[in-house]
């Protein structure tokens, strides 16, 4: 498992998705969202992924930080994320980003681990037959 530890979150990549943990933190600033996108990259190197981000420690996103977190030319290859909440307060704020922002990517909220990981399994697997479709064009 190949890990990068930030600020305020820890990025890992295994069985192949990214997941995104944030630590108990007042607030993640834009230039943290910069720091995960480019690990998520790395970890992807170049090719289509998933992200599980793990926000159960309900942390607050600055405005700037969201709207780069929902701009997909800063993370083309992401093909969905599944946010995995466990109170109330996180769910609505999960929901306000999808509301506000439009991330141009698939984002589902979860409170199971393993839903929200065999709703990712099912995202890629859609994404490689469509790319399968298209290359045969």
């Known amino acids: 498992m190949q890990k ?12 192949n998705v990214i997941y ?9 600033p834009a230039t943290e969202i910069l720091a995960i996108i480019k690990a998520c990259q790395e970890f992807s190197k ?8 793990d ?4 942390i607050e996103v600055t405005p700037e930080g969201r709207e780069l977190a929902a701009d997909r030319s800063r993370n ?3 093909i969905a ?5 466990k109170k109330l307060g996180a769910r609505l704020h999960a929901g306000v980003f999808q509301e506000v922002n439009r991330p141009q ?8 681990e ?18 399968i479709r298209v290359s045969n064009k």
């Open 4 to 15: 990068i530890d930030l600020l305020t979150a820890t990025v890992t990549f295994k069985n």
């Open 20 to 28: 995104v943990i944030f630590k108990e933190v007042p607030e993640v």
């Open 46 to 53: 170049g090719k289509p992924f998933c992200v599980l981000t």
């Open 55 to 58: 926000m159960r420690n309900f």
């Open 76 to 78: 083309p290859n992401l």
């Open 81 to 85: 994320n599944a946010v995995l909440v």
């Open 105 to 112: 990517h698939l984002i589902e909220i979860f409170n199971d």
């Open 114 to 131: 393993n839903e929200a990981l065999e709703w990712l399994r099912a995202q890629q697997k859609k994404a490689e037959k469509s790319k």
